[in-house]
């Protein structure tokens, strides 16, 4: 099913983004006790894309909340819908949701990334209680300063060769393709999610090294602003570790390995693998139901 889409062919209506709240999700709120974070940070969403695992951030959003929130990049993929608009009913609840946490009183920060790049131009403003950031600096509870952003800035290929991050790009897609079809005979197994993709990820030396220099240069770069730590997104690669006296944050995505990062109340951090959270809550509920 194919929902009405609040924008045109990947570029933002502002106008229908601020509207959208009016509008009824197709999967309701679950009424739930909700875990309560200081702050959540998520990124690589990738909205308008088949690779993209919007019912598992619907459940996730459904499961939590907290005082803040970063949206740090390629939340929408502009580069795809360019291309062919695919949006079914449930990325539309992703966007309901947002904009309604916003609502609540959470404060929402967006910066978005290479993917969502039509939204920079809007960069300063504030639309349906989302600000639109280029980045920003988060202190924590324990009073440590963090630098968020996407990532992007730190990718020479995304920087100096446009072309051929978009040929990688395509072939991201097919390997996404392939993810879904193994993740549909999974289910039907009663198998937890898993990712191919990032398996395979783990397995090529070539891609270990260019995430681990990623790292390294984006906490290098941190460190010269004379922040304590950063938060990133981009690589699709969740990591919580210090790099050189800086700690570096990635909080994955919602294509891959479905995560988010948070801070709890007293400033410690921690990563949420959402899909090992629903294989544990089926597991409580299958015991349940035994005893």
């Known amino acids: 099913m194919t929902a009405e889409l609040p924008f045109d062919r990947g570029i933002a209506d502002i106008t229908a983004i601020a509207d959208f ?3 009824r999700p197709a999967i309701p709120e679950r009424i739930v006790e909700r875990r309560r974070f200081r702050t959540i940070w998520i990124s690589d969403v990738h909205l ?14 459904d499961h939590v909340d907290s005082d803040t929130m970063f949206l740090v990049g390629d939340m929408i993929d502009g580069w795809r819908l360019k291309k062919r608009v695919y949006w079914p009913a449930a ?28 939204f920079r ?5 504030d639309f349906g209680g989302i600000a639109i950031q280029r980045n920003a600096v988060h202190e924590t509870a324990d ?15 995304t920087l100096a060769h446009r072309w051929l991050a978009h040929v990688g790009d395509a072939a991201y897609t097919l390997l996404m393709g392939v993810n879904r079809w193994v993740n549909a005979a999974r289910r039907r197994l009663n198998l937890p999610y898993w990712s191919l993709s990032k398996h395979a990820k783990a397995k090529v030396k070539n891609a270990v090294a260019f995430i681990s220099q990623f790292e390294t240069v984006v906490a290098h ?9 950063v938060v990133c997104g981009h690589i699709h690669t969740a990591e919580m570790r210090e790099i050189a006296g800086v700690a570096y944050f990635n909080d994955g995505d919602w ?9 709890h109340f007293d400033g410690r951090m921690e990563l949420l693998h959402w899909g090992d959270e629903i ?13």
């Open 279 to 291: 294989a544990a809550r089926s597991r409580d509920t299958v015991v349940a139901i035994a005893a």
């Open 21 to 23: 709240i009016h509008s």
């Open 221 to 229: 770069a941190a460190g010269l602003k004379g922040v304590d730590g």
């Open 48 to 61: 308008g894309t088949r690779g993209c695992n919007a019912e598992m951030l619907v459940d996730f959003l």
């Open 143 to 157: 009073g440590r300063r963090l630098l968020v952003l996407h990532g992007d800035e730190f990718d020479a290929i």
């Open 121 to 125: 131009q809007f960069t300063g403003l």
């Open 91 to 118: 990325h539309n609840d992703v966007v309901w949701r947002l904009l309604k946490r916003a609502k609540r009183g959470t404060r929402v920060v967006y910066i978005p990334g290479n993917h969502d790049e039509a």
């Open 255 to 263: 294509v891959e390995s479905c995560t988010a990062l948070v801070e």
